[in-house]
């Protein structure tokens, strides 16, 4: 079987490192803009070797497509176009309503199926890819029911093969939930991490007097603009409306701060806390 | 040599068990409000005994108060009242301007010297408490010249001897600086909790759906809502300003999502991301 992986960066990289484990007959293309990347990833055993886009398609079984989405929504319909009839193709992209809609729109529209793996770090490249990153962490899966049967099959077994939980939505359902547990926590840390570095111009003060706990909170700050500026932008309306309650929410205890209405904070907070019995769930995945 | 450690929790737990490794011989009185903790303290080997604050203090030589900031500023007098003419005081908040104000308006002010180890985590109690918490991490220590060179002379050699690092700033520096890289990301992390528990009711779709960026995100809304409302009400001018900053780059942000402003929401995480470098001094602390 051949593997076209399309970006291979943290996820594409990941994914196929975590795939070569289980599967060490699988031969493996890589396809990268960068000539760096491509080179990196051969190097680092990742892919088998790297061939253009339209060499490496009409003859792969499994296309992956971890691109920035902005990329996906672009690529997709030109893969969509070179694979041969039996091959399957799959995106790995944060979101997934506007790149659901683009495929509905190709004549191959069911030899794709819509994923979305839960994992990631701020970093990002090649170099950045661990066969660990997905592992017993969770898929989503999207609109199988517009993918061919064989299709999906072959998708969930890979997923399933290298330890991960597969969950199902539509489209709009995932964009929903994903920009409360996951957009917004990008937003809020990019934030924090900007009004730090504007309003404390001296960096040796925050060096000498942040925390682990000020270093853990703005962590998602490090993470790369070209990746979630697309992402953003294509789930914008579910964003907006987090974005809009988390400001919310912000100015209401700015106002128990302001009126040292204490019993308030600490209401506030002890709903918060509530949070620990979630994450503890979410540490040990 | 008898320290008496007021408030057995993460702080002044952590802070004993790094003094015994280093000074065997020194003896340790535990105070602690609760006496489940104080049983845990002495079974946790952090303490040799546990006896009331009006008995420990007159025979102690160093009287450590690591209790919340709002009991700081409550025991302060009652302590330097009970000390004996050689002992001396130093106190772990968090905040430092009105824990200062109440030291100088007492007459054994000299005895006194306020300290602030960066260090935590989320977790709280002795049993919290571990020996690795403070070494290699900062302290800042403010108002020096207002103390006993004895006693500044002591508070330092004890911290330098469990291997932290000592800052110097006035007590106005030192709370203006923690409300924009401490306070400020608690509250954004509380406030992140309380988004994402209102917002999305069903909780398996939180479990499901975060990875861990949202995890490490809004860790610190796990925090003791006892010990940081009073921290947040006597930095409540700072803190409310450094909100105030917060909310309105937000404000700012989401704008640039809502007008589809894509280089704009580069160029601001572009400028955020700046904080990797200074982040990758800290994780090495």
């Not at 190097?43 to 079984?61: F, H, Q, W, Y």
């Not at 990002?124 to 890819?129: I, R």
């Not at 404390?200 to 000020?214: H, K, L, P, V």
């Given at each position: 079987m051949i593997t076209t992986i399309i970006g291979i960066g943290l996820l594409g990289g990941s994914y196929a490192l975590s795939l070569r484990d289980k599967?060490?007959?699988m031969h493996f293309i890589g396809v990268d803009a960068s000539e760096v990347h491509g080179r990196l990833a051969?190097?680092?055993?990742?892919?088998?070797?790297?061939?253009?886009?339209?060499?490496?398609?009409?003859?792969?079984?499994?296309v992956v497509l971890a691109v920035p989405v902005n990329y996906i929504v672009e690529l997709l319909p030109q893969v969509l176009d070179l694979i041969h009839g039996k091959a399957t193709v799959v995106d790995l992209g944060s979101t997934k309503r506007l790149i659901c809609e683009v495929a509905d729109a190709h004549p191959h529209r069911h030899r794709f199926v819509a994923a979305h793996p839960m994992a990631g770090t701020?970093?990002?490249?090649?170099?950045?890819?661990?066969?660990?990153?997905?592992p017993e962490k969770n898929v989503i899966l999207c609109d199988c029911e517009k993918s061919d049967a064989d299709s999906v099959a072959l998708v969930e077994a890979l997923f399933r093969d290298i330890g991960m939980k597969l969950h199902y939505m539509t489209p709009a359902e995932h964009d929903l939930h994903l920009a409360y547990v996951s957009h917004l926590s990008h937003v809020t840390s990019f934030a924090l991490g900007y009004t730090v570095l504007e309003k404390?111009?001296?960096?040796?003060?925050?060096?000498?007097?942040?925390?682990?706990?000020?270093s853990s909170t703005v962590r998602l700050a490090k993470s790369s603009p070209a990746m979630w500026a697309?992402?953003?932008?294509?789930?914008?309306?579910?964003?907006?409306?987090?974005l809009g309650d988390y400001i919310e929410f912000l100015q209401?205890?700015?106002?128990?701060?302001?009126d040292r209405d204490i019993q308030a904070s600490v209401d506030f907070m002890q709903r918060a806390n509530e949070i620990r019995r979630i994450l503890s769930g979410i540490e040990k995945k």
């Open positions: 599967y060490p007959k051969v190097a680092k055993g990742i892919v088998d070797e790297v061939l253009p886009m339209e060499i490496a398609i009409p003859k792969s079984d499994l701020e970093n990002s490249g090649p170099s950045a890819a661990f066969r660990e990153l997905l404390e111009r001296d960096e040796q003060n925050i060096f000498d007097m942040a925390s682990t706990g000020f697309p992402i953003f932008d294509q789930n914008r309306e579910n964003l907006s409306r987090a209401q205890y700015k106002t128990f701060i302001d």
